[in-house]
């Protein structure tokens, strides 16, 4: 590995990453973050603001779509450029050789290489890496400016996603191993720089129904519980975003960083055979290092515990609830790291040349899919939305007739939103649908919808009943577009208050019942629909 090697990997990576960009349509989870952009504020449905704020910014130059997801584009690189910077200032004597492969992998990470959809994740994965490298600094000698900086950064995770309060944890327990009077004072630096963070993101959910708490903690766990399947699911993922042979290595190297050092390795040194490659050892426990040991390892072990105390807490909860795939991504480079400091020069090749040919086929199998005709998808129960989101164009046109003077709705919130996006035009959702479609009651006020036409799309067939009972006449009709069948309910004469006493009534029983104990200064859900009462578990 070498400079140029690396640059021209970073290149094509992001040759790649650009290209894939522009011509993948936007994502349901996408269009959703997007319209964050279109109409910000200080907090949306079911996770802080950050990436709205983010696609405001970028909204203001361009709606290209490459120009939207442009911060998760240039992520890896961008992040990879960084720890390149940092792993001198965390690990003294780390050679120059060790250090080009250490971001090679990060690089390289298999999700690295095709994510390309920005979502709440991508300002996460940001703020959360670089809080990381900040606080392994802070560790070598509890200085409070890298404290400070970890905690500033950490305040931005926080306004990103909730799971910066898993980070945050590692921090405690990264301070409870070590038992320092400066590391407990930084502890108290880093938290303090997230109390406004956590003040903005109160008010705003005091005044508006605490949603972030009833999505997070309450509506969307219903099909939790113990399962033996959700936790082979998280060991698969795992295995996956980490890189296949990451695990095996990482749990055959976890008390020791082999022998660089017999004759010349992957950083092209000499020394002698107890020594590490770069001159260094390392514990991979979360242990305190003993006496006589090398004052270099001393950043190692903070990074331990960021690398897979995560983890282990994923694991705990795949036990009652399916972990996602990009719940992980944050603390992916702290594991992939922590490995590269360890290996043998051999060892480290070998993975380095395995995440090179793992990325050159993922790219060369999404080459080929981008060039099957739509059609190969059309058994597969996801086709229909395959074609929502790739032949809007034509979806446009089948609209065209109704999108001026009729309210156009989908039964789904991703459906809608997608659609929306698309036509640059807002798709309410008509129904009670999920707990992921909630946002929308934020959007819409169905009491000024009342009298009003409506188009409602849908994938599959309707049952008329369903809808005769909120219009004064229905009807429905149906088109194809490259072999998916999508249905038109026309619903003319809207009835409000039926449809609040039949639908709303039954959303606002089903997810808007808040705990007594939250305070509330605004709801709109009750405020808006049923003005006297208060919406209270």
Not at 124 to 133: A, D, E, K, M, T
């Amino acid at each position: 590995m070498t400079g140029r090697l690396f640059a021209a990997l970073l290149v094509l990576t992001l040759a790649f990453r650009f290209w894939l960009a522009a011509a993948f349509p936007v994502t349901g989870d996408e269009a959703y973050f997007i319209w964050w952009g279109w109409q910000p504020d200080w907090g949306f449905y079911d996770h802080p603001p950050m990436i709205g704020w983010w696609l405001a910014a970028l909204s203001q130059v361009s709606h290209a779509e490459w120009w939207l997801r442009l911060p998760v584009i240039v992520q890896p690189a961008l992040l990879s450029l960084a720890i390149y910077w940092a792993l001198p200032r965390l690990v003294a004597g780390i050679g120059e050789e060790r250090r080009l492969w250490a971001v090679a992998l990060v690089l390289l990470a298999p999700v690295n290489v095709w994510n390309v959809f920005i979502t709440t994740d991508t300002p996460l994965i940001y703020f959360s890496v670089l809080s990381g490298l900040a606080w392994i600094r802070a560790s070598q000698d509890d200085a409070p400016r890298w404290y400070l900086a970890a905690g500033l950064l950490l305040a931005g995770a926080v306004l990103s996603k909730y799971f910066a309060a898993i980070l945050g944890f590692a921090y405690l327990v990264d301070v409870l191993r070590r038992r320092k009077a400066g590391a407990w004072a930084g502890l108290a630096i880093a938290y303090a720089c997230t109390l406004p963070a956590l003040a903005l993101m109160g008010w705003w959910n005091s005044g508006n129904c605490w949603p972030n708490y009833m999505f997070n903690f309450v509506n969307r766990h219903g099909d939790a519980g113990w399962s033996l399947k959700t936790p082979l699911l998280y060991a698969v993922t795992l295995i996956y975003v980490l890189g296949p042979p990451v695990l095996w290595l990482a749990w055959r190297n976890r008390r020791f960083v082999g022998p660089a050092s017999a004759g010349r390795g992957v950083d092209g040194g000499v020394g002698p055979a107890s020594a590490g490659q770069d001159g260094w050892r390392c514990r991979a426990d979360f242990s305190r290092p003993r006496g006589g040991w090398r004052t270099e390892v001393r950043p190692t072990s903070a990074l331990g515990t960021l690398a897979w105390l995560p983890f282990l807490l994923f694991a705990g909860l795949s036990l009652v609830k399916q972990v996602g795939l990009h719940w992980l991504l944050s603390f992916v480079p702290f594991a992939l790291i922590w490995l590269a400091l360890r290996l043998t020069p051999v060892s480290l090749r070998r993975l380095g040349l395995f995440f090179a040919g793992f990325a050159t086929l993922h790219i060369a199998a999404i080459l080929v899919v981008s060039r099957v005709p739509l059609e190969t998808w059309q058994k597969t129960r996801l086709y229909d939305g395959i074609v929502l989101s790739f032949e809007h164009q034509a979806l446009a046109r089948e609209l065209q007739p109704y999108r001026k003077d009729w309210v156009l709705a989908m039964d789904g919130y991703s459906n809608a939103v997608t659609l929306g996006y698309n036509l640059r035009q807002y798709v309410v959702v008509f129904g009670e649908a999920s707990s992921h479609a909630r946002h929308d009651d934020l959007v819409t006020d169905f009491r000024a919808l009342a009298g009003r036409d409506f188009l409602i799309l849908r994938k599959s067939e309707p049952r008329l009943d369903d809808y005769r009972k909120y219009f004064r006449a229905v009807s429905a009709d149906s088109f194809e577009i490259r072999g998916a069948r999508f249905w038109r309910v026309k619903g003319e004469g809207f009835d409000y208050a039926a449809y609040r006493d039949g639908v709303l009534a039954k959303v606002r029983q089903k997810y808007y019942a808040i705990p007594a104990w939250l305070p509330q200064t605004a709801c709109y859900m009750c405020d808006r629909y049923f003005p006297g009462e208060t919406c209270r578990r």
